[in-house]
Nanobody
Framework: QVQLVESGGGLVQAGGSLRLSCAAS????????MGWYRQAPGKQRELVAA???????NYADSVKGRFTISRDNAKNTVYLQMNSLKPEDTAVYYC????????????????WGQGTQVTVSS
């Protein structure tokens, strides 16, 4: 069983930055692929970024060059550094964990966090 707890969301002006964190319980974190998804009101949940257990990364086109996903296996934590934020980045951001990166990238599965709200004002 893996429990995920997100933090770091909030209200920021356009052009600003936030760093989201997702802390995972359990000693097998390093074996899991991790991802960040987001869901805006009235829209489907979409992949933002993913990172494999080996550190390979994958990004949505809309965030490439602005967001960076990273992981610290010693702290059982995955991060999402978000720079140059835009109003269209406003959403609830969810952390996802699964053994296989293909599942994380392909819609998510396994374990989910409760979500953290990110609001970007114009």
């Amino acid at each position: 069983q893996v429990q995920l707890v997100e933090s770091g969301g909030g209200l920021v002006q356009a052009g600003g930055s936030l760093r989201l964190s997702c802390a995972a319980s359990g000693s097998i974190f390093r074996a899991y692929a991790m991802g960040w998804y987001r869901q805006a009101p009235g829209k489907q949940r979409e992949l933002v970024a993913a990172i494999s257990s080996g550190g390979n990364t994958n990004y949505a086109d809309s965030v490439k060059g602005r967001f960076t996903i990273s992981r610290d296996n010693a702290k059982n934590t995955v991060y999402l550094q978000m720079n140059s934020l835009k109003p269209e980045d406003t959403a609830v951001y969810y952390c996802n964990a699964h053994r296989f990166i293909s599942t994380v990238v392909g819609g998510g599965g396994g374990y989910w966090g409760q979500g953290t709200q990110v609001t970007v004002s114009s």
